[in-house]
């Protein structure tokens, strides 16, 4: 396709591409609100494009399977790597704060255990781990497996295997483990950030969201000094 483009289809998408558009900035660090709004208004006046207002963006959208299962294979284009990979994203739904933080804690005590069963013992993957996840405002845990000898539904009915276990396994966690992975997540929320990026990041995820929740660090925390395994559990 690339070979079949010519200049002057390039020149007609560019300039379509541009006509409408609306500008969204974080300016943060050594700069005054007067030279922050002046910056944007330069970029504006350069690239010369009519605004784009809410209702003629296009919305995002999720799709939601009710007690279903969702299974979406990809043949690798290199015939010959051998490498197989798994990506299985359990979505919780739209959590409250709290529960945010409790998806949080799973993943903490998860974390382990699961690249020690099959990472470790079972040796089904060379990289085996966990993260959270987030579409729009759904929430959900991430559970990620690349493997050189195994197939992605061998890996996903061990994955569903040792999901399975995990709640007794969580069950008889003892309370002084269970208070270590607490004070870990509460580490790492308190964790300062080591330059403007990091700092930025995190700013903009809160507008990009349109969350706006410039105290979420410390309501974490403050949960996080009163929360119980059953809290967990249930």
Not at 100 to 112: E, F, Y
């Amino acid at each position: 396709i690339v070979d079949r483009i010519t200049l002057k289809q390039l020149n007609t998408f560019v300039g379509r591409w541009l006509e409408y558009s609306y500008t969204e900035a974080l300016i943060h660090g050594n700069m005054l609100a007067d030279e922050a709004t002046a910056l944007v208004n330069d970029v504006q006046d350069i690239m010369k494009f009519e605004p784009l207002f809410a209702e003629q963006r296009n919305p995002q959208r999720i799709v939601k399977f009710d007690n279903a299962t969702f299974l979406r294979a990809i043949d690798h284009p290199n015939e010959d790597d051998e490498n197989s990979g798994m990506i299985s994203m359990f979505p919780l739904g739209i959590l409250s704060e709290d529960e945010v933080v409790l998806m949080n804690l799973v993943r903490q005590i998860i974390a382990t255990p699961f690249f020690t069963e099959l990472r470790t013992k079972q040796q089904i993957g060379y990289s085996v781990w966990v993260t959270t996840q987030r579409f729009e405002n759904v929430r959900g845990i991430r559970f990620i497996l690349q493997s050189k000898d195994r197939y992605p539904d061998y890996i996903v009915k061990r994955l569903n295997i040792f999901l399975e276990s995990f709640v007794q396994t969580l069950k008889d966690l003892p309370d002084e483990d269970f208070s270590n992975h607490v004070t870990g997540l509460i580490t790492q929320y308190e964790e300062k950030d080591k330059n403007l990026m990091e700092r930025g990041s995190k700013i903009w995820l809160e507008i990009s969201t349109r969350d706006f929740h410039w105290k979420r660090v410390q309501m974490a925390v403050k949960y996080l000094h009163k929360v119980t395994k059953d809290d967990v559990i249930n």
